[in-house]
């Protein structure tokens, strides 16, 4: 069973940038596609993006696109996700998630991350953007 710890998390102004990470020990990265969430307070959880196991195939939700970028280090086996740009709504826990596959629905609009289909997670880190 693949464990997952989430760190980076803090207080930032809007417009500002927070790099999150998530550490992945008990098994390789080459074996899971990890996936970032986040949930707000009376909300329900989302999808924010995803990287696939081995050819490194990188998802986004519009929301995030063109603001947050995800990569991995497989000597670290940790995954990153790099925020820019931050607004308010951006406020939430996030949370990775590992699986066998990204997982990615098109359809029906707008796409996202199925996170139902990722069996492990971490604890999560809170975000908070605020002046």
């Known amino acids: 069973q693949v464990q997952l710890v989430e760190s980076g998390g803090g207080v930032v102004q809007p417009g500002g940038s927070l790099t999150l990470s998530c550490a992945v020990s008990?098994?390789?990265?080459?074996?899971?596609?990890i996936g970032w969430f986040r949930q707000s307070p009376g909300k329900e959880r989302e999808s924010v993006s995803c990287?696939?196991?081995?050819?490194?195939?990188?998802y986004y939700v519009p929301s995030v696109a063109g603001r947050f970028i995800i990569s991995k280090d497989k000597a670290k086996n940790t995954v990153y996700l790099q925020m820019n740009s931050l607004q308010s709504e951006d406020t939430a826990v996030y949370y990775c998630?590992?699986?066998?596959?990204?997982?990615?629905?098109?359809?029906?609009?707008?796409?996202?991350?199925?996170?139902?289909?990722?069996?492990?997670w971490g604890q999560g880190t809170q975000v908070t953007v605020s002046a």
């Open positions: 990287i696939s196991a081995i050819e490194d195939s990188t």
């Open positions: 998630a590992a699986s066998q596959f990204c997982w990615w629905a098109s359809t029906p609009s707008p796409p996202t991350v199925l996170s139902e289909k990722f069996p492990s």
């Open positions: 008990g098994d390789t990265l080459d074996y899971y596609a």
